[in-house]
């Protein structure tokens, strides 16, 4: 979205310096122990995507740097480095490391430290800077003049390491630039220690549904995700509207049609055909042989409706919550403590909203259709009304829209992804599937690299039983790279708008590059449409149309 703030702190995942081909990782058998819809009812609407010719491209092996781990912690004081726009040497503060600290960056970013490092081996490394400040200061780092991430420092005014995990560097001489860019800072040095968080990740979902009435083709879902979680990363895309404009797109610039089609439901406010083209959409690229998820971006029940707070809503979730247990009551309860006084306006207007969308999903699982289903989006911060008013109040609502939907409207189609990020809104383990995470880096283009420490953190507190992707994000995943740091998402959607397209309706390069969505596309460690039809057995339109030819000429 246009408009993002990221729950999650943003750290860096270093590229090399240079490009390697030491260690291929070639393309594994898909799994999967039955298959998703059946063979014939994909192939009545298979011609749903376009089947123009485009331009082909080679598929490209999981390619990285050879590994080899070794024990290291070498440090480096600041004052003997390169000091660049008037960063100069200081002694005043007490209990620093060496011949003294650098400091006098002032407050324009222009002034850096710029350390000439001596990297013993390709692996990941924690950098850890020794640093005292007054108040909190953006800190941008560089490797070798590419952007890595930018940190914050703390505002205690004592020398205190923060630390950069994970940050993959290949062996040989770097230059690591250090950047203060809104205030001054006193930077005593930094160590270099070989990461071990990394070896902690790992790939254990079992696939079972939390809704132990969930149906046949979710669970189907469910386990193929599980079976391939850390094997591919399935490709995914927003769409706007009812039709699928951007993943059209992708496909003429790549080759290659992703598997997942996002969207975003609404409640209708009067017009019931606009609300349920997307409805169709979704089932239709199922139908297709696609896999559909759908967002809740909730516009609120109030006179002033929106999703975000920004946007001045006047609706207060605080006042909904309620003791009452209203999750399995039907209309005419739930209107009688309204009457009384038992429940507010607001809670009687959330299960308007609620009921309206059950609705809509209850349509999609009349046509057998799985959902990968995303409500309440990034619940951590206050930008939505959902997650304005704290955690208890966004947990609260969160199970109320588990229980009405599963238990009173019997939806057994629905995947459920929670996509709180932070362990401050973790809902009952046992009322989501997937753990989702939203992704957005200010100011870079090509960081589809840069995504390992969310993965490790969100695993730390949500455990390795649950499946973890990237429900949005602004550019395209780096494969070589997630395979490399361990951290092989389940699937990735990326975000409709100036994130796909530009102006002229043409793919925009703005956030990822036409050579990193084509070699991401069509890398082994990203699974495509063509690559899922396969699987399940369903034939694509240019098979059909080949087909069809062969039958005629033979006749």
Known sequence: MDIRKIAAVAVAIGAGASVFAACSNSKKPITSSVPIIEETTAKTTAEATTTEPVETFPDYPVTFPEIEKKQSGNLYEAERAELKGGAAVDTNKPEFSGDGYVTKFGNEGKASVVFEIDVPSNQHYDLSFNILSEKAVNCRLKLDDKQLTVFRTTDNNQFTYITVYGVFLTKGKQKLEIIPENGDMCLDYLKIENNTSLSDISYDAKGELVNKNAGKSAKELMSFLSENYGKYMITGQYAYGGDNYELDLIYHTTGKYPVIRCSNFEVSRGNLDESFKEVDAAAEWYLNGGI????????????????????????????????????????????????????????????????????????????????????????????????????????????????????????????????????????????????????????????????????????????????????????????????????????????????????????????????????????????????????????????????????????
């Open 292 to 555: 559909s998820s759908v967002s809740w971006y909730w516009n609120s029940p109030s006179d002033k409706k929106s999703a975000m707070t920004a946007d001045d809503t006047d609706f207060d979730l605080s006042k909904a919550v309620t003791d009452e247990k209203i999750a399995e009551l039907n209309e005419e309860e739930i209107r009688e403590l309204y009457s009384k006084g038992n429940i507010s306006k607001e809670c009687y207007g959330l299960i308007l909203d609620i009921d309206n969308m059950a609705g809509q999903l209850t349509s999609l699982k009349n046509r057998g259709v799985p959902v990968l289903w995303r409500p309440l989006p990034e619940g951590y911060g206050d930008w939505y009304w959902w997650g304005a008013k704290g955690a208890d109040a966004y947990k609260w609502l969160w199970n109320l829209l588990y229980e009405r939907f599963t238990k009173y409207f019997e939806l057994d189609n629905l995947i459920w992804i929670w996509n709180g990020q932070s362990d401050s809104t973790l809902v009952d383990r046992r009322t989501f599937d997937i753990a989702g995470v939203d992704l957005y880096f200010k100011d870079e283009k090509d960081y589809g690299n840069r995504f390992y420490e969310e993965f490790a953190a969100v695993q730390k507190f949500v455990g390795s039983d649950k499946l973890i992707a990237i429900s949005e994000c602004g550019s395209v995943p780096d494969m070589d790279a997630a395979f490399r740091d361990n951290a092989v998402w389940s699937f990735f959607g990326v975000w409709y708008g100036k994130y796909i397209q530009n102006e002229k309706g043409e793919y925009s390069e703005e956030f990822t590059s036409r050579d990193a969505i084509i070699r991401a596309y069509n890398s082994d460690g990203a699974m495509t449409l063509d690559e899922y039809r396969r699987l399940r057995g369903i034939e694509t339109p240019e098979t059909e149309e080949a087909s069809e030819k062969e039958t005629k000429t033979t006749d």
